[in-house]
Each structure stands twice: as structure tokens, then as C-alpha cells.
């Protein structure tokens, strides 16, 4: 595609308002490294036509973005990825839309009289023609600056609001009223619009700004329609209790485990100078312990089969990147990732964690990715295969994906977990596995900054094994009086089959 004019270099540290020219075109000559990897699905913030250049101010909800490359780009990468056996799940932004939304502008350029004008929630005062509506409050702002003051005009306008709801009360995020019928029908035709294209699911932005529990009522009945098999995760910060029932999502995204998993990892490094995306978002430290306690607590919150396929994350465009958060420590980070693929639920990785990139708040938590993986420095090479061989340790092991969990030993920095093949499950059937499967995994982390021994004792067990790959330390013995004694250095973590 021609670029449409300038660009940022790709190199150059990400801004508000740049663009640097990558499209889906991109991913999918890069698939290959991504199942390399061991990568089975990717999530992508939205791809249709917006003017931000994270897009989340949608304009035409029909429409990959141009500078994306267009539908057809998009049915390449989902024609490459389906080949290759992995499902490309969409971000749709149905609560609010950008100024430039076609039926917005139409009511910015016919005011009451448009026909669109009910699709948004505007003030009495626009609706009798006494105040325009200013959807650019800042230009209007500096003119009347430059007319000499405030007063009068639409600058007065600005005393009482911008003239109409926006999330946030951003001038650019005009919320849509999905109670208006032709409104909400728009909105869900271009769910079932993407779901018959072929995407695999959605990812919905602030699904609880929606105050109407019939939308996602009826998003989730439309889109299974067509796809049985749609998966739906909510951008929800904390326990979700009423959004999993069955008639909304599959799953939200895992905040609260994030927060567990890094305050654990992160304890006493964390990077307390980075702010909060989200004000629920607290990332305590906790010893071994308090994570243990937090995490039975989190698991016990829902469903096993809802546990199962929860959104596990450790970093998104709304935070700060993993390794930031715990003081930039390499270790530290690989620790967490180690954490989050031992346990129930869908591991998702934000793009460039799997290299250990750094990255503050916001723009600096969405820098570009390497344009060429042979050019990574050899820190970040050493952090993706540690990454490679703990996600091709959960494919290889279904009780890690499936088993049960139990805390075995949590004192000071070091937890042991145990992922068991009996009992799991709604009625406590063990786990049918292939003859030579793993039954008993133990997952032995330490986050102090010196050596741990532990000494566990557990029924039933007469050996014991490091499942190795690149990166992994640690051992562990049987000793004669039956103990199991594990050797941790600081701040690392290993993966035992019992047998």
C-alpha cells in the first residue's frame, strides 16, 4: 500500500500522535516466529478506520483502517492464520465511537434536524437550537483567545460542557446511545459483520460503561448464531461475578490475578513511580504467602470451566510493560511469565514481553516491535527462550492447563504449587491422559534475592525431574526419609514431574 505521507522512523520511541507505518500485512509475514513460539491465538487492538493510532476512536466500523492495509489485508492474515491453526480474536469499542463517526459528524454538520442526532446523548440547550455542540473544545478555546477573552460566542459554551456525553468527558469519544434502535442494530451488525468474515471472537472495551444488560445479552446471542465457538472477553479490572453466568462473556480480562502475580514476583522491586491506568489496580507486594492466599481466593471466585478460560495477562496497552513494573528486572519478569503459564485460565503475552522490553506509561508502553528478531540484543534472545520453553511446557503437559491446583508450601519468597491430574474438574474426575503423561507437576518459585531450600513432603511420590529448557535453574531431590528438598536461586523458578 502507498503510505499516505510521512512517518515516524520505526525505531524511534512511540508518541500520542505518531504513526510509524505497520499494518496486518506485517503480522502475517511474521506468523511463523509467532507459532514458533508456541503462540495459538492472537488478540488485537482494533483494527477498524480510526484517526488515533491506537484506534480505539473508531469511524467506520465496517472498515479495517487503510493504513492497516484494508479488508483484504485482514483476510489474508485470517486465511494465513487459520491455516497455521491459530484464531485472531477483534477489540470492539461499542461503547463510544470517535468525533469523526459518521453519523456524529452528521449531527455536527445538521444539528437537531439530523436524523442520526438520537444515536447520542446531547443536552436540551442543542436540542432546541440555543448551543452548538463542541466537539473541538480546545480549537474553540484558542479562538476565542485570539477575539480577545471567554465571552460570548461558543467560547461561553465551554462554562457548561462540550454539549453532549462522552466517555470520560473526552470531546473525541462521543458515547453512543445503544437504547436508540437503529443505533444498537448498527452496532451489532458489525459484530456479526467480523464474526461471518471469519475472526474468532471479540474483546470488548469498557463493557460496563454499556448500563444495559440486554446489549450483551443480545451480542453474545447473535454472535454464537454464527459462531458457535466466539469467544467474548470483557475489559472488566476486578471479580466479574454477573458478567460470567452464561448469557454475556466467556471470561474477563484477569486484573486481579495480574495485580496477585506481579506483587508477588515484583515484591520489593516494584517500579512505585509508574502510575495507574485504572484506579483497582494497586499492585501490592505480597510474600509467598499472601500470594497464596490471594491466588486460592481468585481461583475460587468462578465455575471451574469459567476459571479455565479466563484472560490471565500480565501487561496490555493499558499498563505499564511487565518488566518495567518489577524494576526492570529481567529475572523478576521471567519469573511472573513462569507463574502465569503454571496456572488455569488463557495466558495471554503482550507483544515484545516475550523479549523482555521495557516500557513506562503511556506511549512508552507501545513502543514498535524489532523489525528483525536476528537483531535483538542477546538479553532479550535469552528472555524469548525461556518464554518459548515455558509455553511449549504448558502445551506439552495438560495438567497445567487442566489440573488441579494446590498450594503445597508458601513461606517467605518461596511458593511451591502442585498441578495435579486427580482430582479436577466440575464433579472431581480425574484428568484422562495418554499413557506417560504427566500426572504431578510441581511449580517452585523464589523471589528473594538470595538461594532457598525447601523441604516438602508429599504422598506418593518416588521420583522426581526438571522439565528443562533454555533459562531454567534450580534442582530438586528425593531424599531417603522421603522428603522432597528443592534448591531455588534468587529470584527464579522450576517445573518438577513427580513420579
Known sequence: MQPPGPLEAWDTPPTRHGFKGGDLRGITERLGELQELGITALYLCPIFSSASNHRYHTYDYFNVDPMLGGNEAFRELLDAAHARGMRIILDGVFNHASRGFWPFHHVLENGAQSPYVDWFYTDEAFLRGDRPLIAYPEAAEWHAKQSGGAGGGVASGLETGIGYKAWWQLPALPKINVG???????????????????????????????????????????????????????????????????????????????????????????????????????????????????????????????????????????????????????????????????????????????????????????????????????????????VRGAVAARHEHVVLRSGALRVVHAEGPVLVLERSADPVGFEGAPLELVPGAARRLLVATNTGDGPARVQVRLDGVSGVTRIDWEGVTGAATLRSDGALEIDLPPVSGAIFQLS
Open 180 to 386: 436508540n434502535a437503529e443505533a444498537r442494530e448498527h452496532l451489532l451488525q458489525a459484530a456479526e459483520f467480523w464474526i461471518r468474515f471469519g475472526a474468532d471472537g471479540w474483546r470488548l472495551d469498557v463493557p460496563e460503561e454499556i448500563d444495559d444488560e440486554s446489549f450483551w445479552q443480545e451480542f453474545r446471542t447473535r454472535v454464537r448464531a454464527i459462531n458457535p465457538e466466539a469467544y467474548t472477553v470483557g475489559e472488566i479490572w476486578k471479580r466479574a461475578d454477573a458478567w460470567l453466568t452464561g448469557d454475556r462473556f466467556d471470561a474477563v480480562m484477569n486484573y486481579p490475578l495480574t495485580e496477585a502475580i506481579l506483587g508477588y514476583a515484583g515484591s520489593g522491586r516494584l517500579a512505585r513511580d509508574l502510575g495507574d491506568h485504572n484506579d483497582t489496580y494497586k499492585r501490592p507486594e505480597l510474600d509467598a504467602a499472601q500470594f497464596a492466599e490471594k491466588l486460592t481466593e481468585i481461583m475460587g471466585w468462578y465455575h471451574p470451566a469459567t476459571t479455565a478460560v479466563q484472560l490471565n495477562l500480565l501487561g496490555s496497552h493499558d499498563t505499564p510493560r511487565l518488566r518495567s513494573i518489577v524494576g526492570g528486572s529481567a529475572a523478576a519478569a521471567r519469573l511472573a511469565t513462569l507463574v502465569q503459564l503454571a496456572l488455569p485460565g488463557a495466558p495471554c503475552i503482550y507483544y515484545g514481553d516475550e523479549l523482555g522490553a521495557l516500557g513506562a506509561n503511556d506511549p512508552a508502553n507501545r513502543g514498535p516491535f524489532p523489525a528483525d528478531l536476528a537483531s535483538v540484543d542477546a538479553e532479550a534472545s535469552a528472555f524469548r527462550d525461556f
